[in-house]
């Protein structure tokens, strides 16, 4: 069994009630959304005119998280990631709120369905074992076998 099958399997074990998994395929990715948007809104600086923002270094060493995993997966990771980054820079152009604080809200609220989901599950996040689960979620949502 690869690696990526035995956190995937393990993840799954504190994912069992019906609920609970309908909770984390709405909540598991707007956590990923919402980070990505808070990363987003934290800029570097500027180099040749260009823009520079932590989000674009924090994602390439996930991504290659995701690479040593499965090259696959990472593929599918990387076009969720670019989705997200997208959808952000629509937001943050709207000009309504700092993307970071709307990505905060989102973030906060999207965990309190997360616990929720575990209490009803009866079991801890996975994450409280071990944090590379908190990358592994992610992936047990979009990576299908």
């Known amino acids: 069994m690869s690696k990526l099958d035995a956190l995937l399997n393990e993840y799954a074990e504190s994912h069992q009630n019906v609920l609970n998994k ?7 990715p707007l956590i ?6 808070m990363l987003f809104g934290l800029k ?3 180099w040749k005119g260009v ?5 674009y270094l924090i994602l390439t060493l996930v991504m290659v998280y995701y690479a040593r995993l499965k090259f ?3 593929l599918v990771m990387l076009v969720f990631s670019l989705i997200c980054i997208s959808l952000n820079g629509y937001i943050e152009s709207l000009n309504v709120v700092p993307i970071f604080y709307f ?12 616990f929720y989901g575990h209490k ?3 079991k801890k996040p996975s994450f409280m074992k071990d944090l590379q689960f908190l990358l592994i979620g992610p992936a047990w949502i979009l990576w299908k076998k």
């Open 103 to 114: 990505s905060l809200a989102v973030f906060v609220l999207a965990w309190i369905g997360q």
């Open 44 to 46: 570097l600086g500027e």
């Open 120 to 122: 009803v599950e009866g």
């Open 32 to 37: 990923y959304f919402s980070i990505v948007g």
């Open 22 to 28: 309908k909770i984390h395929y709405i909540c598991v």
């Open 72 to 74: 696959q997966l990472m």
């Open 51 to 55: 823009e520079i923002r932590w989000v």
